[in-house]
């Protein structure tokens, strides 16, 4: 089966550069893009009825309608256990998000954008560990 990942953010321009880094340098991940958290959090159930849980997920906080940080309060529900390892991929530099997303426990790291090679190394090795 092949590894997938879900991309969740609102902007579209952030949402085609982060799904053409995987498509050059990890291309045996499909992505799955979202430009809101609610069909993502849809998705994401769906996917567990399935047994097709994404093996990575990189989410906005900043994003109308659900936040990321809305989204990772939903998430809280769903028994993911060692599926779907959750990166905040966002502009913020704000030390409260960053804090509030490390208080959720559910967020592997929190990584700012733009998302790069050398960044998709890091999750990767990342997530092997896991």
Do not use: W
């Not at 090679?117 to 990342?126: G, Q, R, S």
Request: one cysteine or more; a negative charge.
């Amino acid at each position: 089966m092949q590894n997938s990942v879900y991309i969740i953010d609102d902007d579209e321009v952030s949402l085609y550069l982060t799904s053409m880094v995987f498509e050059l340098y990890a291309p045996h991940m499909q992505c799955i893009c979202f430009d809101n958290a609610i069909q993502a959090l849809e998705s994401l159930q769906n996917s567990m009825i399935t047994d097709t849980v994404p093996d990575l997920i990189l989410l906005d906080l900043n994003m109308p309608v659900m936040s990321g940080f809305g989204f990772l309060d939903a998430v809280k529900t769903l028994p993911l256990e060692d599926k779907g390892a959750v990166f905040v991929l966002t502009s913020s530099v704000s030390e409260q998000d960053k804090q509030q997303v490390y208080e959720t426990g559910q967020v592997v790291d929190l990584i700012q954008k733009p998302f790069s090679m050398e960044k998709l190394e890091m999750v990767l090795e990342l997530i092997a560990r896991k």
